[in-house]
């Protein structure tokens, strides 16, 4: 997370039944139901999903500034399906999806803030907060665990059964007393995903999410899934 936006990445692991209803819906939604999953029949699903979950934000925002999500606006959404899905559709070995979408705040943060984020229950999240700000209070952050590293703030914990998380930061007082704090200047190890996301967003942070089989992508597939039977 930065001052002008953030990069939230999702990974899901969905396995047993679930995962062989996922293959079903590759094929059946995006392929030629031939009961084989095959590299285009999930090319093709990535780019139905990567929509779907556009639309589900529009109406669902996940994250809000200061009590709105007005200032929030998503600019990048991408969605992975796992190579593990190829094959036969009635294989129930693993499958492991990811998705990224990136974020400005249109209002930058500024000295004390309220940040709002919608997840999935129980899934476990790690946030980096903005250079120079430190965090007062959370919310609905359960198990959590708090480092400091290269000036930023790291929480780790999970979503509580509300299914939100709030924190409330604020610059710490060297930022406020000088003008090269919080530049945004400060590198991080981050995968190539990450780092494509943070060129789309002016240097945005990163907030990770591990999510459980029933959450977030169960979610979307199942809604694009009945949106096609009507």
């Known amino acids: 997370m930065e001052r002008d936006g953030m990069t939230w990445e999702y990974q899901e692991q969905i396995t047993g039944n679930e995962a062989v209803l996922f293959r079903n819906f590759i094929d059946l939604q995006a392929g030629n139901d031939d009961n084989f999953v095959n590299a285009w029949e999930i090319l093709k699903a990535e780019t139905a999903l990567r929509d779907q979950m556009e639309e589900a934000l529009k109406t669902r925002p996940d994250v809000k500034l200061n009590g709105t999500s007005d ?12 190579r593990e899905a190829l094959g036969k559709v009635g294989k129930n070995l693993s499958i492991t999806n990811s998705a990224s979408v990136s974020y400005i705040f249109e209002k930058e943060l500024r000295q004390d803030a309220n940040i709002w984020l919608l997840g999935t229950p129980y899934s476990n999240v ?52 000088g003008p090269e704090g919080g530049n945004g200047s400060v590198e991080q190890d981050a995968g ?7 060129n789309k967003t002016g240097n945005a942070g990163e907030i990770a999410e591990v999510g459980k089989p029933s959450g977030s992508f169960k979610d979307i597939f199942t809604q694009f899934y009945l949106s096609t039977k009507s």
């Not at 200032?71 to 796992?82: E, G, M, Q, R, Y």
């Not at 190539?192 to 943070?198: A, C, Q, R």
């Open 126 to 177: 790690t946030i980096t907060l903005p250079a120079d700000f430190d965090i007062k209070k959370t919310a609905g952050l359960d198990n959590k665990s708090q480092d400091f590293g290269n000036n930023r703030t790291v929480l780790k914990g999970s979503f509580g059964p509300q299914k939100n998380i709030t924190l409330w930061i604020s610059e710490n007082e060297s930022s406020i007393a």
């Open 192 to 198: 190539s995903k990450n780092k494509e996301g943070i």
């Open 71 to 82: 200032p929030v606006k998503a600019t990048n959404i991408d969605f992975w399906l796992s």
